[in-house]
């Protein structure tokens, strides 16, 4: 039995699709849709310099380091074991910090992201963000791009870098992956399993601490050797594209992402009582669903397999993946303002729940296939 609009029906949307193509014709979106990043930083064209770019992006300061004092019976007294880490050209403060630890300079960012380049020649610096007033800052480096289903579907490589000056994180890099027709970023790692593709090696971070800054230098050879798995990457998302979506395998999805909420019971009005908390209660699975009827996730119609030749229905395992990411990167944030909005998907995308949930999803999906 394939997903389908209620999640209880017996119709696979593959069925409705074939009796009905202009019901379900894909809804499509005029308007340009844009990543996160792009909404709060700038898109770089790959054409400046790194380092214009980094002025461009207002990323290309120096931080320097201010004593502390208080006021005491006598006058101001400084305090030893502390100082203020301070945005040189505006006087910004932006954290106070141990003797121990050690500042990432944006100079050492900067030279990170030319070496990295220079070993990439088609690869380009898309996205800088200075966030919080230069406490953090955010960045995208495209590696190259490679096709799942056809032309219209095609996956970008990207590395991403983040590092703050205000305790909140160290510095790091992850690799995501990104549907350049809805900007989807569908991570193999991010977020809160940030942690894990540390230990499965297949992301890297450091404190702030002594040899930061010679670290980051040497980080790009590291990387270099990473981007091979974009290819096993692109495999794992094609296997997803070959099989239909069934109602098992959705549900099993569903059960995986809100176990926590689903053992939580649910008062009913109309029983004016409790009762158990079901899939079909929960607003996430009401939207994620409606990406994947409605073809936001995915504008293709269908697709043959390479290795068989055959068509393949476009209802299948990756537009769902598609569907929930679709969710994760564009709909989520309770603020009332965009761009508050924006940052809260950008934090959770890169450090909480919203990098964990795709995660989660790709790996119950590519264990059900």
């Keep these: 039995m ?3 609009t209620g999640l209880a029906a017996s119709t696979s949307f593959a069925n409705e699709a074939k009796n009905q193509p202009m019901l379900w014709q894909a809804k499509r ?4 849709v844009v990543s996160n990043e792009s909404i709060l930083g700038f898109d770089l064209s790959g054409q400046e310099s790194v380092r214009d770019s980094f002025k461009k992006a207002n990323c290309d300061y120096n931080i320097v380091r201010r004593d502390l004092f ?16 301070v945005r040189e050209d505006t006087d910004t403060r932006l954290a106070e910090v141990s003797k121990t630890y050690r500042e990432l300079q944006p100079n050492s960012i900067m030279n990170f992201t030319e070496q990295l380049l220079g070993m990439y020649p088609e690869g380009k610096l898309t996205n800088l963000i200075n966030f919080n007033d230069s406490k953090r800052m955010y960045g995208v480096i495209d590696l190259g791009t490679k096709e799942v289903t056809g032309p219209n579907d095609s996956i970008s490589n990207r590395l991403h870098f983040f590092n703050s000056n205000d305790l909140s994180s160290g510095f790091g890099v992850f690799f995501t992956t990104m549907r350049l027709s809805c900007c989807n970023q569908m991570s193999s790692f991010t977020g809160r399993v940030f ?11 450091m404190k702030h601490t002594q040899g930061i800054n010679s670290y980051v230098q040497a980080l790009p050879a590291i990387i270099n050797r990473e981007t091979n798995q974009f290819n096993g990457v692109i495999s794992d ?8 979506l069934s109602l098992e395998q959705a549900h099993k999805t569903f059960k995986a992402l809100y176990a926590e909420k689903l053992a939580t019971p649910i008062y009913d009005h109309k029983l004016k009582d409790k009762r158990d908390r079901t899939i079909d209660d929960l607003k996430e699975v009401d939207a994620i669903r409606e990406h994947f ?3 936001h996730a995915i504008q293709q119609t269908s697709f043959n397999d390479e290795s068989t030749g055959q068509s393949v229905t476009p209802y299948n395992c990756y ?9 994760y990167t564009h709909d989520t944030g309770r603020a009332n303002s965009k761009i508050v ?3 809260q998907r950008l934090n959770s995308l890169y450090h909480g729940d919203n990098g964990r949930a795709i995660n989660k999803a790709r790996e119950v999906l590519l264990n059900c296939v």
């Design 2 to 4: 394939a997903f389908s």
């Design 29 to 32: 979106d005029d308007s340009k």
């Design 70 to 85: 208080y006021m005491g019976a006598d006058g101001y007294v400084q305090i030893n074991d502390k100082q203020t880490l």
């Design 195 to 205: 942690r894990d593709a540390k230990a499965n090696q297949k992301g890297l971070s």
């Design 237 to 244: 998302l094609k296997q997803l594209a070959k099989v239909e």
């Design 293 to 295: 009827r409605s073809g």
């Design 319 to 327: 537009r769902f993946l598609n569907a929930i990411t679709q969710f």
């Design 341 to 343: 909005k924006t940052q």
